[in-house]
Nanobody, 113 residues
Framework: VQLQASGGGLVQAGESLRLSCTTSATGFSINLWAWHRQAPGKQRELI?????????SYIDSVKGRFTISKDINKKMVYLQMNDLKPEDTAVYYC????????WGQGTLVTVSS
């Protein structure tokens, strides 16, 4: 199984980015997918995931700024990140909520102040 996250980059505080995730995994509901991130010197953390067809869950620090979405037909998962802050600087990964697949390379998001 390959997990491919993309869309990262260097932005200034307050700007936006949209991350995309594609996977070769089959047989899994797209609702099981999630976004994780690992900031420099910190452990990887789950930041956003779907809870049911119409809802999602976020950690407090990104709530109201980040939005997870999906395209079922394309088997893609997205993370719209608005009002980015320097503390959002991290490598972002997609995986299932329980991270059952090997981690892909992730995509680096760097937010300058």
């Amino acid at each position: 199984v390959q997990l491919q996250a993309s869309g990262g980059g260097l932005v200034q505080a307050g700007e936006s980015l949209r991350l995309s995730c594609t996977t070769s995994a089959t047989g899994f509901s797209i609702n099981l997918w999630a976004w994780h991130r690992q900031a420099p010197g910190k452990q990887r953390e789950l930041i956003a995931h779907f809870t049911d067809r119409a809802s999602a869950s976020y950690i407090d620090s990104v709530k109201g700024r980040f939005t997870i979405s999906k395209d079922i037909n394309k088997k893609m998962v997205y993370l719209q990140m608005n009002d980015l802050k320097p503390e959002d600087t991290a490598v972002y990964y997609c995986n299932t909520v329980r991270a059952i697949f090997p981690w892909g390379q992730g995509t680096l998001v760097t937010v300058s102040s």
